[in-house]
């Protein structure tokens, strides 16, 4: 019998837009939270305007913000500010992710809404965060990427910096974002009271650094990592290596692991030179290991084979794989990390699921993303507001409500979506 839900029982004001902060609410929905994903007439969420296309559906915003429910409400009027007011004073969670001063400005910013619920968690999340000299500044993913020194790193020297095609920092931060406000919602059982939580996608990109600050920090500046193309010149083999039909990576960095390595590229010969027997040597040899390691893949007949022989000496590796062999690989279909939904006008439609497991709870399918306004009537009432007030609101253009859809339940290959 599944237990309840992590958060069952939380609400969730979702008042963010494009990915980090709809991909914070999304993980909280994932875990059992409410979610009411407030949307401004006409054009809702920037995320609904972002590829990939079928039709007017956005399935960029179909998988950022399944499980939760919609509101579209005008909080330039005053009786729409008053609808939001009402719903962040039931709720537990506010989620935006403006640029800071906006929310302020509007009268929806931590301190207003503090005082009308001293026991919310406020989750902002922004470019530079909340204090410093760059707080101000707009900002995306692709700028904290930028400026944290990760992009730096990336690609073949003397070339420009290659976009990784992952919004890293966006769903860093998203994930931060999640354990930070679970962590809020924590101490507030025993504190009584809400705070503010402040991220920041720079924060968040420079906290991943595992070797390079400290590297710097370290050898007093003398050392400045840079771009290093398909390897780790540190963690001789550790990298991205040819064979006739693909790419593979091969991580044998370690001692035992490189002895295995040599004794299949190089026979007894390469695994006895005692040049390579330590992460010193390696390193000082890197490019006479390296040729060795890629003359072996080279003359292999394919990536399948390389795989095959590196695991049968048991040395970590893995094929580089494109998107349609990633979801055909039987790995994922058994952790049902693909959710299957119905949509009401494009049919079935496939979706990545969110890798949270948990052993005593089973999740309940998800419903698909809200449409533009689709609950409007639904939250309405649950705050209070009689049928007839609801249309004068939507009357009055305070809600607006876009040709909705029903909400489906999700399936996945285990029957189930986080």
């Known amino acids: 019998m599944s237990s309840a839900a992590p958060l069952a029982g939380i609400k969730v004001v979702d008042y963010s837009h494009f990915l980090?902060?709809?991909?914070?609410?999304?993980?909280?929905?994932?875990?059992?939270?409410?979610?009411?994903?407030?949307?401004?007439?006409?054009?809702?969420?920037?995320?609904?305007?972002?590829?990939?296309f079928v039709g007017d559906e956005s399935g960029f915003f179909l998988q950022q913000n399944m499980g939760k429910r919609g509101i579209c409400v005008d909080v330039k009027k005053p009786a729409g500010m008053e609808l939001v007011r009402q719903l962040v004073s039931t709720a537990d969670v506010f989620v935006e992710n403006y640029r800071p001063g906006a929310l302020v400005r509007?009268?929806?910013g931590y301190d207003d809404l503090a005082r009308l619920n001293p026991r919310l968690v406020y989750c902002s999340l922004s470019a530079y965060g909340h204090t410093g000299p760059k707080s101000a500044k707009a900002g995306f993913g692709l700028i904290a990427e930028a400026m944290s020194g990760a992009m730096a790193q990336l690609g073949v020297p003397g070339e420009p910096p290659p976009l990784l095609r992952i919004p890293i920092a966006d769903m860093y931060a998203g994930i931060h974002g999640a354990a930070a406000v679970c962590a809020a919602l924590l101490g507030r059982a025993t504190s009584g009271k809400g705070q503010h939580i402040d991220l920041a996608l720079y924060d968040c990109m420079v906290s991943m650094h595992d070797y390079a600050i400290q590297c710097f920090t370290l050898s007093n500046g003398a050392i400045l990592p840079q771009q290093v193309g398909y390897d780790l010149p540190d963690s001789t083999v550790y990298g991205v290596f040819p064979a006739p039909d693909g790419y593979l990576v091969i991580a044998a960095q370690v001692d035992d692991?490189?002895?295995?390595?040599?004794?299949?590229?190089?026979?007894?010969?390469?695994?006895?030179?005692?040049?390579?027997?330590?992460?010193?040597?390696?390193?000082?040899?890197?490019?006479?290991?390296?040729?060795?390691?890629?003359?072996?893949?080279?003359?292999?007949?394919?990536?399948?084979a390389c795989i095959a022989a590196l695991e049968a000496v048991d040395v970590p590796c893995a094929p580089v794989q494109r998107i349609d062999e990633v979801l055909a690989d039987p790995q994922l279909v058994a952790r049902g990390m693909m959710i299957e939904q119905q949509h009401p006008t494009?049919?079935?439609?496939?979706?990545?699921?969110?890798?949270?497991?948990?052993?005593?709870?089973?999740?309940?399918?998800?419903?698909?993303?809200?449409?533009?306004?689709e609950h409007n009537a639904e939250i309405a009432a649950s705050l209070g507001y009689s049928p007839e007030e609801i249309a004068n609101l939507a009357r009055d253009g305070v809600l607006y409500q876009a040709p909705v859809h029903s909400s489906e339940p999700a399936k996945t290959a285990q029957g189930a979506a986080t």
Request: one cysteine or more.
């Open 346 to 373: 494009l049919g079935p439609i496939r979706l990545p699921n969110l890798p949270f497991h948990f052993s005593n709870y089973q999740p309940e399918p998800m419903r698909i993303a809200p449409g533009l306004g």
């Open 20 to 52: 980090a902060g709809p991909y914070l609410s999304r993980c909280l929905a994932g875990m059992g939270a409410e979610v009411v994903k407030v949307e401004r007439p006409t054009v809702g969420d920037a995320g609904r305007h972002h590829p990939y």
């Open 106 to 108: 509007l009268g929806l």
């Open 257 to 304: 692991a490189w002895r295995r390595l040599a004794g299949l590229v190089g026979g007894s010969e390469l695994a006895s030179d005692m040049r390579f027997h330590t992460a010193a040597g390696r390193n000082a040899n890197r490019e006479e290991a390296l040729r060795r390691v890629r003359d072996w893949t080279a003359t292999q007949s394919s990536v399948a």
